[in-house]
């Protein structure tokens, strides 16, 4: 991996595990979670500047919660212990925890001391978060305490001349007034990291890497115009140009000419052998008289995988075979197990026919948004770059019921005006994810003198932060009233537009 630091995120299963890696990375210190099944040797051999046990969420005294060898805390590299990672800590080294008679959660005052490297350059007193039950009653010999709250004795602990940290609270959330900073602290003044991880670093030796790796054999991609198959794609151009292939099923259920602008963007702008396949007929063809929404899902994920192995079956043999992973797809927090892997869309399942020399996973290692920094430094366009989620099935599943050619036209069309409408407003910036729906219902409606009876179009924006919660978002009367003034005099076949504003839960952010 191309970093000449690295923290090691012990995993204990906690909540916060992949906030904590995306935290210490935002101080361009490049850092991996582990798992707590990771055997000493091989953290060992990891020669990492530091390593933090992350929250867990069980007590340190049960036999079946996660433990690891003491004799990590004698590598004489620094530790930091966060929740239970701090309780771990102290009960390996002998000090007591005791269980609580009630939970201390939410944002609690605490006074730090200002002599403990952790707490440079913040004030004595600050806001942090807390989660937990348990507690470290008596740290262990050679700690000193280093920061308290009303209900908890030990908020922090320290062993500077072992550069063994630990802190009950949570600085890896926001609520942490200076978590970032706390955090910092660690990684600069104890650990001695220098910060030195840049997105620039990243491309210059992937593409290094790529290459090494590659030599003068051929890469096949599978494109679907999302974020991380873009940025891959634009890595493996920058690497062997013309010696990457990506193949870009269309199955015509993309929103208005958004096949169009994916191929424009990678033929124009990145040197590959861009490869085509339009096939909205064969998949509308399978999808008629098929209303029920697992059915149709399954139906466009069947058929998608057919038409790409077909092509690669058919033009390509050898070479490598890329996708574009990236590292939360990997990694299933607190399992234990490195090996657990999420069945996800952006690990593909290949045929048993089909050979390749390897699978190159050139982003498997970066969070969403260093995804996107890096896509943005290779010159993939703002829009594509910035893209919200699109489901796999595509407009599939916004054609509620039957889909067919003219009904995800009418779709199409709908979707635009909104696009077009939230872009000139701004609005756009501020939202998650909106999109038009094509319900299937049919509604009355008069236009001029005549009576019109014509298609419904829903429309759905959300804001959220993971998509597993989202709110419906506020958007004003006046822009709500353009996009329907506009759908409905610009859109043939549609009389009326309703908004959705349902949350999640109990709706779902898509209504099949
Ligand atoms: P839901 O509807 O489950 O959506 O609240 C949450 C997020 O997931 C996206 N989504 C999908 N993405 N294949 C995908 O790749 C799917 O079948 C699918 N269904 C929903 C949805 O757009 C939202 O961002």
Not at 106 to 116: L, V, W
Not at 332 to 339: M, P, V
Not at 379 to 388: D, K
């Given at each position: 991996m191309p970093a000449t630091e690295k923290i090691i995120v012990l995993d204990f299963g906690g909540q916060y595990n992949q906030l904590i890696a995306r935290r210490v990375r935002d101080q361009h210190v490049y850092c991996e979670i582990m798992p707590y099944t990771t055997p000493l040797e091989e953290i060992a051999r990891a020669?990492?500047?530091?390593?933090?046990?992350?929250?867990?969420?069980?007590?340190?005294?049960?036999?079946?919660?996660?433990?690891?060898?003491?004799?990590?805390?004698?590598?004489?590299?620094?530790?930091?212990?966060?929740?239970?990672?701090?309780?771990?800590?102290?009960?390996?080294?002998?000090?007591?925890?005791?269980?609580a008679p009630s939970r201390e959660y939410?944002?609690?005052?605490?006074?730090?001391?200002?002599?403990?490297l952790l707490f440079r350059d913040m004030p004595e007193k600050s806001v942090c978060w807390m989660s937990h039950t348990d507690y470290i009653s008596v740290p262990p010999e050679g700690f000193n305490l280093s920061a308290r709250t009303d209900s908890c004795p030990c908020a922090a602990m320290e062993n500077p001349g072992r550069r063994l940290y630990a802190v009950q609270f949570h600085p890896e959330v926001t609520h942490s007034?200076?978590?970032?900073?706390?955090?910092?602290?660690?990684?600069?003044?104890?650990?001695?990291?220098?910060?030195?991880?840049?997105?620039?670093?990243?491309?210059?030796?992937?593409?290094?890497?790529?290459?090494?790796?590659?030599?003068?054999?051929?890469?096949v991609l599978g494109l679907s115009g999302g974020v991380d198959s873009s940025v891959a794609a634009a890595l493996l151009s920058r690497a062997v140009g013309k010696r990457l292939t990506c193949v870009f099923v269309d199955q015509g259920l993309m929103r208005k000419d958004e096949g169009d602008f994916v191929e424009e963007t990678f033929t124009r702008l990145?040197?590959?052998?861009?490869?085509?396949?339009?096939?909205?007929?064969?998949?509308?063809?399978?999808?008629?008289?098929?209303?029920?929404?697992?059915?149709?899902?399954?139906?466009?994920?069947?058929?998608?995988?057919k038409v790409f192995w077909d092509e690669i079956r058919a033009r390509y043999s050898g070479g490598f075979f890329a996708q574009g992973t990236i590292y939360p797809d990997r990694i299933?927090?607190?399992?234990?197990?490195?090996?657990t892997i999420k069945t996800h869309h952006n690990q593909v399942k290949m045929p048993a026919d089909i050979t390749f020399s390897g699978v190159i996973e050139p982003l498997k290692d970066l969070f969403k948004d260093e995804v996107r920094r890096v896509g943005e430094k290779l010159?993939?366009?703002?829009?594509?770059?910035?893209?919200?989620p699109f489901p796999g099935p595509g407009l599939g599943v916004r054609v509620i019921g039957e889909v067919t050619a003219e009904r995800v036209r009418i779709l199409q069309e709908a979707d635009a005006v909104l696009r077009d409408e939230m872009k000139k407003s701004g609005y756009d910036e501020h939202m998650a994810q909106f999109f038009a729906v094509l319900p299937g219902v049919?509604?009355?409606?008069?236009?001029?003198?005549?009576?019109?009876y014509a298609e419904l179009v829903a429309i759905r924006a959300v804001t959220t932060d993971d998509f597993m919660t989202a709110d419906w978002a506020r958007i004003p009367y006046d822009l709500l009233g353009r996009v329907s003034n506009r759908i409905i005099n610009e859109v043939d076949n549609v009389n009326r537009v309703v908004y959705d504003i349902t949350s999640k839960p109990p709706g779902t952010v898509e209504w099949e």
């Open positions: 020669d990492c500047k530091g390593i933090i046990f992350t929250g867990g969420p069980n007590s340190v005294y049960l036999e079946e919660s996660p433990h690891y060898d003491p004799a990590i805390l004698d590598l004489g590299v620094p530790v930091l212990g966060i929740c239970y990672g701090a309780q771990l800590m102290a009960w390996m080294l002998g000090g007591k925890i005791e269980h939410g944002r609690i005052e605490m006074t730090a001391s200002p002599d403990s007034e200076y978590g970032q900073k706390i955090l910092g602290n660690f990684l600069f003044n104890v650990c001695g990291c220098k910060g030195d991880w840049q997105m620039d670093n990243f491309i210059e030796e992937t593409v290094k890497s790529l290459r090494a790796q590659i030599g003068d054999q051929g890469v990145f040197d590959m052998n861009f490869v085509r396949i339009n096939c909205q007929e064969q998949f509308l063809s399978h999808l008629k008289g098929v209303t029920d929404p697992e059915q149709k899902r399954k139906i466009i994920g069947t058929e998608f995988y299933e927090s607190g399992k234990g197990n490195a090996a010159g993939i366009p703002r829009e594509l770059v910035w893209r919200q049919k509604t009355v409606g008069v236009m001029g003198d005549a009576r019109t």
